[in-house]
């Protein structure tokens, strides 16, 4: 029933911006941590940035100053804001949060099923 949904994915060249959504829906009592991943091809998953309930951010090294997580708990939705995107950049993005469910009792993680980001010329 809880479903994320990205947005916002797409080409764009070296030194452009690209801002990413996700919408978290469906019956839900909380959501903590919410955070962005991404998977380039032959890759393994890496993460990208969180940010907690409260507003506290955390990124990898290769984003820092760059990209900016933020959320509006209003509407459920966290954002990545990426500006100076570099091909290495790349990469299918996925958003994650954990959840409570308003059937369940337990913390679960959910995820998006991604969307695409090309930084090329």
């Known amino acids: 029933q809880v479903q994320l949904v990205e947005s916002g994915g797409g080409l764009v060249q070296p030194g452009g911006s690209l801002r990413l959504s996700c919408a978290a829906s469906g019956s839900i009592f909380s959501i903590g941590v919410m955070g962005w991943y991404r998977q380039a091809p032959g890759k393994q998953r890496e993460l990208v940035a969180t940010?907690?309930?409260?507003?506290?951010?955390n990124y990898a090294d290769s984003v820092k100053g760059r990209f900016t997580i933020s959320r509006d708990n209003a509407k459920k939705t966290v954002y990545l804001q990426m500006n100076s995107l570099k091909p290495e950049d790349t990469a299918v993005y996925y958003c994650n949060a954990g959840i409570v469910a308003g059937t369940a009792k337990v913390w679960a993680d959910y995820w998006g099923k991604g969307t695409q980001v090309t930084v090329s010329s």
């Open positions: 940010i907690t309930s409260g507003g506290s951010t």
